[in-house]
Every structure is written in structure tokens, then in C-alpha cells.
């Protein structure tokens, strides 16, 4: 007999398990930042980023040079087949009107940081949930728009923590999104934004 775990508890649980070492951990973190997404999945055009996205985190220190954070965030892009032209019966056609996906998520991530300093800088992966809403289009379209669903993903990415004053820090991050929507999407995002450890 086989028992089916929902993914959602699986989730849950690895996020408690690697939150367990919080209350040892010497050094805790919480930021913010604000960027621009670029839907890398059909090209790798660096002049296509636009706003908005954003995210915040909670995370601490686990070793030295190791932190795990918790983050959420919401990332804004056009539909997969926004402006796509699709054929219809009897050889006509129709072009799909342009409307953008919000995609909120939430990440389970590990940053390994080196050249401490003013200027620390590190790498980090992690997996997490994905939820696409597609944008409401004009009524015969909505066979044709991305489904609303939640699904798993993995991020990867560099970041840099400029050191301000005290445990106030600017924070810079460049992030790579691989979200296992139906239609796979593959997102850039580069990020500003600020970071206090205390």
C-alpha cells in the first residue's frame, strides 16, 4: 500500500528542518530589494528587463560563511504566447492580445558567502512553490492564456552585500528562476535593495 504526501507538506517540512538551527545561530537577517525581470526562456536578450518585481526574506547564519533565508516575492512578465498568432479553423487565425502573469513565490535558499570584508559577496540556490495568476483577456481568448497554477521551481543565483553602518547593508543580486509552469519559463532578475543583520 502506498501513501501519497501532499507536496504542499513536504514543503513545509524542509523549511521547518532548515529553520531548526535558528535559535543556535549567532546572526540573523532580514531585507527587501526591488528589480527587473527578463524572460530568458525562448532568448537571452540583457536589453529586455522590466519592472516590477520584488521580494523580502527572513534568514540567519548557520556556520560561518553559510545562511539560509526564507524568501517571498512576486515577478510580474508577459504571457508565454502574449502576441502569438493562433490558428484557428478554416485557415484563419488570430493574434493573441498582449496580458502579463503575476507570479508570486516562495524560496527555501542556502548563500555561501566569501571575501568578507566592506564588500561581501556570495552564491546561492534553493527550490521553492510558484504561483502563476494570468491577467484577465478579452472574452474567446481565455483557452489560449497561461493556466493559473502553483507549481516548483529552483532559483540560483551571485549576490553582494555592501556594508553601510553597523548591521545595515545595500544588497545587490542577480537570480536565475527555473519555474515548472506548463509552458517552462526561465527567468533573469537582477535586484537592489537593502539588508540588516543583528
Same mark, same amino acid.
Given at each position: ?63 560561518? +560563511?553559510?545562511?539560509?533565508?526564507? %524568501? ?5 512578465? !508577459? /504571457?508565454?504566447? &502574449?502576441?502569438?498568432?493562433?490558428? $484557428? ?36 540556490? +534553493?527550490?521553492?512553490?510558484?504561483? %502563476? ?5 478579452? !472574452? /474567446?481568448?481565455? &483557452?489560449?492564456?497561461?493556466?493559473? $497554477? ?49
Amino acid at each position: 500500500m502506498t501513501v501519497s504526501v501532499p507536496r504542499r507538506v513536504i514543503f513545509l517540512s524542509a523549511i521547518v528542518l532548515s529553520f531548526g538551527p535558528l535559535a543556535l545561530a549567532q546572526q540573523f537577517e532580514i531585507g527587501a530589494t526591488y528589480g527587473w525581470v527578463n524572460d530568458v526562456t525562448h532568448d537571452w536578450n540583457l536589453g529586455s528587463f522590466q519592472a516590477p518585481n520584488w521580494e523580502g526574506w527572513a534568514g540567519a547564519r548557520i556556520e560561518e +560563511g553559510a545562511v539560509t533565508r526564507l %524568501t517571498f516575492g512576486s515577478l510580474r512578465i !508577459p /504571457g508565454s504566447n &502574449a502576441g502569438a498568432v493562433i490558428p $484557428q479553423g478554416g485557415g484563419s487565425s488570430v493574434v493573441m492580445p498582449s496580458y502579463t502573469d503575476q507570479i508570486g513565490f516562495a524560496t527555501l535558499d542556502v548563500s555561501y558567502l566569501f571575501l568578507q570584508g566592506p564588500m561581501t559577496c556570495g552564491v546561492f540556490a +534553493g527550490i521553492g512553490g510558484y504561483k %502563476t495568476s494570468p491577467q484577465d483577456v478579452p !472574452p /474567446g481568448f481565455t &483557452a489560449y492564456e497561461d493556466p493559473r $497554477q502553483t507549481v516548483f521551481g529552483w532559483n540560483a543565483g551571485v549576490e553582494g552585500y555592501l556594508h553601510l553602518y553597523r548591521g545595515l547593508a545595500g544588497v545587490g543580486r542577480l537570480t536565475f528562476h527555473d519555474v515548472f509552469t506548463q509552458t517552462r519559463r526561465y527567468l533573469l532578475v537582477a535586484s537592489v535593495g537593502a539588508a540588516y543583520r543583528f
